[in-house]
Nanobody, 120 residues
């Protein structure tokens, strides 16, 4: 079993920066991808960025060039550096660990979420 604990959310002004952290406890495997999602009230949770154990990254187009995901495998921690924040980035951000299975459907683990609010 894996538990994910996020930290670092809060309030920022437009153009500012925040850094989110997500610490994973339990056994982490090299097949585990990690990601950050965000969700607005009444909206579907959407993928923002992801990173493989080996460091390959993917970014949603609206955050490309502004957000950077990284992970420290020795610490079982993933980070999200958010720069040039916009009011549209306001959401609850969730850390995710996706454990690949031979069946093709991953097992997903989620953090509790951290609020990010960007004022204009």
């Amino acid at each position: 079993q894996v538990q994910l604990v996020e930290s670092g959310g809060g309030l920022a002004q437009a153009g500012g920066s925040l850094r989110l952290s997500c610490a994973a406890s339990g056994t982490i495997f090299s097949i585990d991808d990690m990601a950050w999602y965000r969700q607005l009230p009444g909206k579907r949770r959407e993928l923002v960025t992801s990173i493989t154990y080996g460091g390959k990254t993917w970014y949603e187009s609206s955050v490309t060039g502004r957000f950077t995901i990284s992970r420290d495998n020795a610490k079982n921690t993933v980070y999200l550096q958010m720069n040039y924040l916009k009011p549209d980035d306001t959401a609850v951000y969730y850390c995710n660990l996706a454990r690949q299975q031979s069946s093709g459907s991953p097992i997903n683990f989620w953090g509790q979420g951290t609020q990010v609010t960007v004022s204009s």
